[in-house]
């Protein structure tokens, strides 16, 4: 096996399950009207999740630099998107730790979700143009 | 913070003796056209014909003119459209790349004169 390849299996593993986590988890408690502690469960584990993403993400680029010897070549609309992503995971895990504090500026519940949900499609189309883009 | 993660990366990855080192300094791809010193003609469009040799780790290519990313190809032999070019030196090159759009190997590269 190639050690570069099993990397960045490995980190694609959970940089998949983290972007099904950080769109599925708000969506989920939306639909079925989450309250409570099942809520403040949902609120730890997509933030878990944003966590996950930010690491993977950055394991990528570790990949590359230490075992393969370059960073990757990102232009223009590529890094854009990137830029997007990373954006959406600071954002969101701010939102996060502002519902997880009880913060009064995080807002309602719902609206929390439906932001959650927001910036992870957000996410997960920029994965795609960052993806097929250079 | 950040050299303690090199430091314990560099020692899980460099010092292994299992890793794959950079295969940056390979010449994976050669450009057969434009040749090298061509003289091409402003405002005219050409293509850029390259081949990556079989077997190596290159998922695709970026192509560069000008020190510029102006495309990508998945093919590992084909063409690129190039042009219309403004007039003077103008640097074309190839870079193979991996699917996280990590350089493989050199980068081919020509010279031409537009005018």
Redesign the interface.
């Known amino acids: 096996m190639q050690l570069d390849n099993a990397l960045y299996a490995g980190v694609q593993i959970v940089h998949n399950f983290g972007a099904a986590a950080v769109v599925g988890l708000p969506l989920a408690a939306l639909r079925f009207e989450a309250t409570g502690p099942t809520l403040r469960g949902i609120y730890w584990l997509a933030l878990l999740a944003w966590l996950a993403q930010s690491a993977s993400g950055v394991g990528f680029g570790m990949v590359s630099y230490f075992v393969v010897g370059e960073l990757p070549e990102i232009h223009d609309l590529a890094l854009g998107a990137l830029c997007v992503k990373i954006l959406c995971a600071i954002l969101s895990i701010i939102l996060l730790a502002a519902k997880l504090l009880k913060l009064a500026w995080a807002g309602s519940d719902r609206a929390a979700l439906k932001r959650l949900a927001g910036l992870g499609s957000v996410a997960l189309l920029c994965a795609a143009i960052l993806r097929w883009f250079s | 913070m950040t050299c303690l993660a090199r430091t314990v ?2 020692a ?3 010092s ?1 003796p ?7 300094e390979e010449n994976l791809v050669t450009i057969s056209s434009p040749a090298d010193g061509e003289k091409l003609a402003a405002g005219k469009t050409y293509k850029v014909d390259y081949e990556v040799k079989e077997a190596t ?1 290159a998922h695709h290519v ?1 192509l560069f003119v000008d020190g ?2 102006v495309a ?1 190809g998945h093919k590992l032999k084909g063409s690129f459209p190039l042009g219309p070019l403004k007039a003077g030196e103008r640097q074309i090159c190839i ?1 193979p ?8 190997g050199t980068r081919a590269c020509v010279a031409v004169t537009v005018q």
């Open positions: 990366l560099t899980l990855f460099i292994n299992w890793v794959i080192q950079a295969g940056a780790k970026h510029e990313e990508n870079s790349v991996n699917k996280n759009h990590t350089p493989v």
